[in-house]
């Protein structure tokens, strides 16, 4: 069965495995991450997106807080 707009596919997190939809990965035009600010870290390259919750915990982390405004 396909997935419809309403009913997007969902992405496993990189840190924790639990699902949640990237509006990137799910081909919509932007994902709930795009509306966080940047983190001063990179992220770990070919780990994937992580979900709403550890996001969250990164930005919590102080290697990782906000980037300053340029």
């Known amino acids: ?9 969902s992405t496993s997190c990189a840190k924790c495995a639990a699902p949640f939809v990237c ?3 799910a081909g919509l035009a932007s994902c709930w991450c795009m509306q966080q600010p940047q983190l001063a ?7 994937g997106c992580y ?15 906000t980037a300053p405004a340029t």
Do not use: H, K, W, Y
Not at 41 to 47: D, E, L, M, Q, R
């Open 1 to 9: 069965m396909a997935n419809s707009p309403a009913d997007p596919p």
């Open 23 to 25: 509006g990137a990965n």
């Open 41 to 47: 870290c990179a992220p770990v390259a070919g780990t």
């Open 51 to 65: 979900c709403p919750a550890c996001l969250e915990q990164r930005f919590s982390d102080r290697q990782c807080a």
